[in-house]
């Protein structure tokens, strides 16, 4: 059977060079752009940039307009979190309901035998264990496993990350090689349809709610102040309160039902462990009993020893080994074992007992 592959191109370097990589690795390659925003007149037209590496390498390239889905899929999902005092990482839901999910489908759709995205991170099938493994990209400060934890052992095995093995540097080289236009386009930091970061402003425009203000309170229930409104804060923030403690205060707890917001200190932030929902495992089928991992509860923070414990077909129970800072619920938590993704979830509860 012929290997075929389709391309998820953003108009990036990073999956303009997992383009060409999969082409040379004698895959017969079609590009395709999911579109996530109806078009507007000043943003930069990322098909059209898309098309142009596409053209360069001689692949034909498709548009797929996602706008609907990924308003439904992320967008409204990502605003309802926030009004239950979550903060979620909107990347994860929309590689398991779009990139990997619906784009997978319309692959097969065209008779591909793959997808390939330019993500950091390494698939490899691992015989011994009869399943498919998803590990860390070489270059660290790169890598992308933490947002993959949610693929299946079936997207996995039907999926190239070709870019796992490399280094920014070294794909910008290639890039340059190749004459792509974007070799040296400038990376984005912040959620793709929130660009200037500022998330209230978001929610507030996208769901047409006003979000009263609330009171500030301590551990104790005692009044402390007058909060913006629940959407203004998350979990550890610092700054933006206007609250004269006499040290460093810290948002500890978001409560939407009463529409307040605990205030406390350092101290007051350390956590024993997590309970996890929506979980996935992939190196194995199952946690037969409780094993020590290392646990990493954030993109840019650093593993931690843990027990972890199944409790559920999509529960983990997770004790660290020494407490640790919390972090905002719906966040994702992301077990491994080396540089293997044992699976991971979506934080429900944090613990500190």
């Given at each position: 059977?012929?290997?075929?592959?389709?391309?998820?191109?953003?108009?990036?370097?990073?999956?303009?060079?997992?383009?060409?990589?999969?082409?040379?690795?004698?895959?017969?390659?079609?590009?395709?752009?999911?579109?996530?925003?109806?078009?507007?007149?000043?943003?930069?037209?990322?098909?059209?940039?898309?098309?142009?590496?596409?053209?360069?390498?001689?692949?034909?390239?498709?548009?797929?307009?996602?706008?609907?889905?990924?308003?439904?899929?992320?967008?409204?999902?990502?605003?309802?979190?926030?009004?239950?005092?979550?903060?979620?990482?909107?990347?994860?839901?929309?590689?398991?309901?779009?990139?990997?999910?619906?784009?997978?489908?319309?692959?097969?759709?065209?008779?591909?035998?793959?997808?390939?995205?330019?993500?950091?991170?390494?698939?490899?099938?691992?015989?011994?264990?009869?399943?498919?493994?998803?590990?860390?990209?070489?270059?660290?400060?790169?890598?992308?496993?933490?947002?993959?934890?949610?693929?299946?052992?079936?997207?996995?095995?039907?999926?190239?990350?070709?870019?796992?093995?490399?280094?920014?540097?070294?794909?910008?080289?290639?890039?340059?090689?190749?004459?792509f236009a974007n070799a040296h386009k400038r990376e984005s930091q912040d959620i793709c349809f929130v660009p200037d970061g500022?998330?209230?402003?978001?929610?507030?425009?996208?769901?047409?709610?006003?979000?009263?203000?609330?009171?500030?309170?301590?551990?104790?229930?005692?009044?402390?102040?007058?909060?913006?409104?629940?959407?203004?804060?998350?979990?550890?923030?610092?700054?933006?309160?206007?609250?004269?403690?006499?040290?460093?205060?810290?948002?500890?707890?978001?409560?939407p039902q009463q529409n307040t917001v605990q205030v406390g200190f350092a101290e007051d932030l350390y956590i024993s462990g997590?309970?996890?929902?929506?979980?996935?495992?992939?190196?194995?089928?199952?946690?037969?009993?409780?094993?020590?991992?290392?646990?990493?509860?954030?993109?840019?923070?650093?593993?931690?020893?843990?027990?972890?414990?199944?409790?559920?077909?999509?529960?983990?129970?997770?004790?660290?080994?020494?407490?640790?800072?919390?972090?905002?619920?719906?966040?994702?938590?992301?077990?491994?074992?080396?540089?293997?993704?044992?699976?991971?979830?979506?934080?429900?509860?944090?613990?500190?007992?």
């Open positions: 059977m012929p290997k075929k592959a389709l391309i998820a191109m953003s108009g990036g370097v990073d999956s303009s060079v997992a383009a060409w990589l999969t082409q040379q690795a004698g895959f017969d390659c079609l590009g395709a752009t999911m579109q996530l925003f109806p078009k507007a007149a000043d943003a930069p037209d990322e098909a059209a940039e898309a098309q142009a590496v596409a053209e360069r390498l001689g692949l034909p390239h498709l548009v797929f307009d996602l706008a609907a889905e990924f308003r439904r899929q992320v967008m409204d999902k990502f605003a309802a979190a926030y009004e239950q005092g979550q903060t979620p990482n909107p990347c994860i839901s929309c590689n398991r309901c779009l990139k990997f999910g619906r784009l997978l489908a319309e692959a097969q759709k065209l008779g591909c035998t793959h997808i390939a995205t330019g993500h950091y991170a390494r698939i490899e099938y691992d015989e011994g264990r009869n399943r498919w493994l998803l590990k860390k990209a070489l270059d660290a400060g790169k890598d992308q496993s933490y947002v993959l934890f949610g693929l299946s052992q079936q997207q996995l095995a039907h999926t190239l990350l070709p870019l796992g093995g490399l280094s920014k540097a070294q794909v910008r080289q290639i890039a340059e090689q190749q004459g500022d998330y209230a402003a978001f929610i507030q425009q996208h769901t047409g709610r006003a979000y009263p203000p609330g009171d500030f309170v301590d551990k104790q229930g005692r009044v402390l102040g007058r909060h913006r409104g629940l959407i203004h804060y998350t979990m550890g923030q610092r700054h933006g309160m206007g609250l004269a403690l006499g040290r460093p205060a810290y948002v500890c707890d978001l409560c997590l309970r996890l929902r929506e979980s996935n495992l992939i190196a194995v089928p199952e946690l037969a009993e409780p094993q020590y991992f290392a646990v990493k509860m954030g993109y840019r923070r650093r593993e931690q020893p843990a027990l972890v414990q199944q409790t559920g077909p999509e529960e983990l129970l997770i004790r660290f080994v020494r407490p640790q800072r919390t972090t905002g619920l719906g966040q994702a938590a992301v077990v491994y074992a080396g540089d293997v993704v044992i699976g991971g979830g979506l934080i429900a509860q944090t613990l500190t007992d």
